[in-house]
């Protein structure tokens, strides 16, 4: 199993940026952010395989950049320009022996975070 632990939540204004950082226990090269809104499902953000090959939803793309520190096992969301559709949930997600994909669904990661919590206002 892998450990994953988010941080980096909190409250911005609209056009605000967070960065939300994921420190994993162990290495995995597919690795992922996923949010939850108020009373919707939870839909992927950002996914990175190995170092470099990133997609992105179309609501973040361009706004929204996904990187890791291999040396420290540990995956960054930078979130600029934020708006208020962007509230809500991000957690972090690992993709364990088992599976072979590696898109930008929940059925591509089988280890999950417990979250942190995103909040911009307008």
């Known amino acids: 199993q892998v450990q994953l632990v988010e941080s980096g939540g909190g409250s911005v204004q609209a056009g605000g940026s967070l960065r939300l950082s994921c420190t994993a226990s162990q290495y995995r090269s597919c690795m992922g952010w996923f949010r939850r809104a108020p009373g919707k499902e939870r839909e992927g953000v950002a996914r990175i395989n190995g170092d470099t090959s990133a997609v992105y939803a179309d609501s973040v793309n361009g706004r929204f950049t996904i990187s890791r520190d291999s040396s420290k096992n540990i995956l960054y969301l930078q979130m600029n320009s934020l708006k208020p559709d962007d509230t809500g949930s991000y957690y972090c997600?690992?993709?364990?022996?088992?599976?072979?994909?590696?898109?930008?669904?929940?059925?591509?990661?089988?280890?999950w975070g417990q979250g942190t919590q995103v909040t911009v206002s307008s």
């Open positions: 997600a690992a993709r364990l022996s088992g599976l072979n994909s590696c898109g930008l669904v929940s059925s591509s990661f089988n280890a």
